[in-house]
């Protein structure tokens, strides 16, 4: 394989003159230029960006830590922050955290030590104080620590007015929240945005915790509509979970949506695939995982925000859970 | 940020003596690695693993390629992967190809350039010279390019002939095969054994080409579906073509499984979320993933492999969308 050296030698100029090309750090004559070109396009040669990034601390990757790639929202936007990524320059590094501080601990730390450019971070198992200690840009994605780390996210509060407000319209008498996991943000807007919505509704709201886990969200579901066949509507915190209620409702003998609304969150395709089709919140995926990009991508190149914390709103996407007309 | 000289300093050994330490490559007393440790511990300091590797030349990190992060098995079997390499002290750093050779040769290269130990490819979009040139370990899964490159995949032919044998026993009377694309090796296997299964059968077949993209597949099967009336059973070459077919066979009216058979392949987690569930040629995911991972830590550590071309058999899941018992 070519060195540095052989390119200096076939070239005619010193190794600190091709160096200086490689790293764009200095004066070479445009002779010297054409002549390095040529040399390395003869040898086939590679810069090595491991002694380059030696030098410059900094390679042309951003970390991305989803925390659970089996979840699709976040191929989703795994997706969205790579085509990003690709069009400035960037490769995209992915790691699944599980929902492990251990594992992002390990992930971060493996990435940083070969000199990543920045994170973009789905996930929150770790104190903030660990994200400052990075010394290095990190743009959070759908969930937030606090004011001091910039982030992207949607604005779930609404979304979740959007749905209730929705399920309301269209008949509902006793609705149903299934939540995600309660310590999670997104959770805890979703849930304020249903109780925003309800209170002044004289109608009877139930409120159960399941894990975005299909199965689990099934098995919950199961138990909470049998325990309470009233329950004419659900607005569910992930569109897995909703597809679990969906799932749920059929083994019950429940007719959707004569017998019980659904509508989900997030947007993921898989909503549209199944039968009845999923009314849900969108969240507008792909602006997410753009905007969390083009942000990250700004302050590894040194240049401040135009705004630090950014919000994007979901739309509501009527489908075939909730009811045509009220009647 | 310390440095090496730091902990040498703090240590009262030489640099060198750190070095040895760190990369575990030569003589170091116990009385100078307790205090090397002990310094380590003091400053904090995180050893380069970039500095590291240049010596070493290869870092605990895998490369994974995979054609389409959006397909659900592709997630799954990323999952399969890093829990092994995990186990096995190596991170997966995961890029998608979104099957163009183009970003697949740009993921390689930057991987490659940053000292990566191995890969695990689950794309083929370049010719097998390309591997060749690597000069690095490299495990194909899923698809197979030729015999020089080591290959871990399923047993494709023998589980279409499961799925076809199936749907004969349960009555099928005219049976379409919905392809994936031709040129993949995968569907050529899975058309092999669809064909071997019904060529002593005195029935009609068909054979319709889809991508593995839903919403194409829906359309193909929708057009398909409504101009051969007659087709009672179908086997699919993936799960997410198998739910395209469910999604046409409901917008046409037939009842699955009572007008229309459907057996997918693959065996992802969606298959059993959805209602009703999806008979399929379930793909032992998990253990595809492993035997790629162990496989190429092996390469990695210089050891032989058992056998350069490992196949796992597949097996016969049956839910919902077959009939229990023959007409």
């Known amino acids: 394989m070519a060195t540095i050296k052989d390119v200096a030698k076939l070239a005619a100029v010193s190794v600190a003159t091709v160096s200086r090309y490689l790293n764009d750090s200095g004066y070479v004559s445009a002779e010297a230029k054409k002549a390095i070109e040529q040399a390395i396009a003869a040898l086939n040669y590679k810069p090595n960006h491991i002694a380059r990034s030696l030098s410059k601390k900094q390679m042309q990757t951003i970390g991305l830590i989803v925390p659970d790639i089996m979840n699709p929202f976040f191929p989703e936007i795994a997706r969205a922050i790579e085509d990003t ?7 995209v590094i992915l790691c699944n955290s599980d929902e492990q501080a251990q594992k992002e601990l390990q992930y971060i730390e493996t990435l940083q030590q070969n000199y990543i450019a920045g994170f973009i971070i789905a996930t929150n198992q770790l104190p903030k104080e660990h994200y400052h200690q990075l010394n290095l840009p990190v743009v959070l994605l759908d969930r937030v620590i606090d004011s001091s780390v910039p982030s992207v996210t949607s604005q779930n509060e609404y979304g979740a007015q959007l749905a209730t407000a929705h399920l309301v319209s269209k008949g509902a008498k006793e609705i149903a929240f299934f939540s995600g996991p309660r310590q999670l943000e997104p959770v805890q807007q979703r849930l304020a945005g249903f109780m925003k919505e309800t209170a002044n509704e004289n109608m009877k709201t139930h409120i159960f915790e399941s894990s ?3 199965l689990e969200a099934e098995k919950v579901a199961y138990e909470a509509l049998q325990q309470n066949p009233a329950i004419d509507a659900v607005f569910a915190s992930s569109d897995i979970i909703a597809i679990g209620v969906l799932k749920a409702a059929h083994k019950l003998g429940k007719e959707v949506p004569a017998d019980l609304q659904i509508i989900g969150f ?3 395709a898989l909503g549209e695939m199944i039968t009845p089709a999923i009314t849900t919140v969108a969240q507008n995926i792909y602006a997410l995982g753009e ?7 700004r302050l590894i190149r040194g240049e401040s925000l135009v705004q630090e914390h950014v919000t994007i709103a979901p739309n509501l996407v009527i489908r075939q859970t909730t009811k045509e007309s009220t009647k």
């Open 85 to 91: 990524a690709l069009k400035e320059g960037y490769t």
């Open 212 to 214: 975005f886990d299909f």
């Open 266 to 268: 997030d947007g993921i």
């Open 291 to 297: 905007s969390a990009t083009k942000m990250l991508i």
